[in-house]
């Protein structure tokens, strides 16, 4: 079968090729998905990069030990080490399960089409991808495959932080950078549905007219607007009660000044790739708190009962049309090096979807 990999760490997308390997087989509890499409997420890229691995080693729990253990994980415990290339790339998509590994969850969901939840170093843009039963979800016949390949990531993210991070209530005001990408789109949409008011930050105009008719209160473009006197204005001098920021950098610490008294900022990604300086007193005067988001470490530490009410709430969600993502462009598995350039794109504005298989 077909199989998009990266054989080292590498800043070029070029370096992406597509290797011939076995078709998997499944393990108890496992099912093995023909897949069909599947999105290119900014996630995907920093696999290519090596940018989570980089970022785990600082971590202080991945600081060799007496024992000499150099292994770089994603948690404290070590049971889930970060995977090194040569890997197979793609983090979520949809397809159809064919086969089994035995386990009733798994045997529930043989024949149907899913949502899947992968990545490396067993990713998902490939023809046949094994995952955990656990990472295939049923979607409803009426979902177009191009919105049941992006049914999880960024819906989840998105209403994680919202909802349960953040907690933005009703006429909050929730900041949000970078508000053009797909996320931003429904974090806007979420807004209108529960009733806080956002702020969109966006470098350009390129995005304006599209938030302001998916109900943006305001809509900040930097190259235009200082961001701070903006946030004055819009906020009637009391600032944004809550922000989420996805670019780091100057940015960030901009943002940071932005937040009203007991404000708060979540920090989900690095799209600048340059650490952030923010005076002290900048958080300590409004009271205001930091912290950082990671969806892969965020699931695994809550109950069965949460993640239920999480898929539960998403799916109604994606249902009434608040996580709909436009698809910009369609490669074919064999250019999955295309795809990911062309999702790199300065002032793109739709998602790069790859096409694994027919239907």
């Known amino acids: 079968m077909k199989s998009a990999r990266v054989h080292a760490f590498t800043e070029r997308p070029e370096d992406i090729q597509v290797d011939e390997l076995p078709v998997p087989v499944p393990g108890p509890g496992q099912v093995r998905v023909r897949m069909l499409l599947s999105p290119v997420n900014p996630s995907d890229f920093h696999f290519v990069r090596g940018i989570y691995y980089r970022a785990l080693e600082r971590v202080i729990w991945n600081q060799a030990g007496a024992d000499g253990d150099s292994r770089v994980s994603i948690d404290p415990a070590h049971c889930n080490p970060c995977p090194v290339p040569p890997y197979t790339l793609g983090g979520e998509g949809v397809g159809i399960v064919e086969a089994t590994g035995g386990g009733f969850l798994a045997k529930r969901l043989m024949g149907k089409r899913v949502a899947v939840a992968g990545g490396p170093p067993n990713g998902l843009w490939q023809e046949f991808a ?3 039963a656990k990472r295939a979800v049923a979607v409803d016949d009426n979902l177009p495959n191009e919105q049941a390949a992006m049914y999880l990531i960024n819906p989840i993210s998105a209403y994680v932080m919202v ?35 956002t702020i969109c930050v966006v470098r350009s105009d390129a995005n304006t007219t599209e938030l302001r008719r998916l109900g943006a209160d305001a809509v900040i473009e930097t190259d235009k607007h200082d961001l701070f006197a903006e946030v004055y204005r819009v906020t009637a001098g009391q600032g944004a009660g ?21 404000g708060r900022l979540v920090l989900y990604g690095t799209m600048a790739d340059s650490p952030v300086e923010v005076a002290v007193r900048d958080l300590m005067m409004p009271l205001a708190g930091v ?47 295309k795809a990911v350039a062309a999702s790199l794109n300065t002032g793109r504005t739709g998602k790069v979807m790859l096409r694994i298989g027919g239907s």
């Open 130 to 132: 094994v995952v955990d």
């Open 242 to 262: 809550h922000a989420m920021d996805c670019v780091g950098g100057q940015l960030t610490a901009d943002v940071v000044r932005c937040l009203g008294l007991d």
């Open 163 to 197: 909802r349960e991070v953040l907690k933005v209530p009703r006429n909050g005001w929730l900041l949000l950078t970078a508000a053009g990408s797909a996320l931003g789109k429904s974090v806007v949409r979420m807004g209108k549905h529960y009733g806080f008011r």
């Open 291 to 337: 912290e950082g988001f990671y969806l892969g470490n965020w699931m695994p530490r809550q109950s069965p009962i949460k993640l239920l009410g999480v898929l539960r709430a998403v799916k109604k969600l994606t249902a009434q049309g608040v996580f709909y993502t436009e698809v910009s462009e369609t490669f074919p598995l064999d250019e999955a090096a």
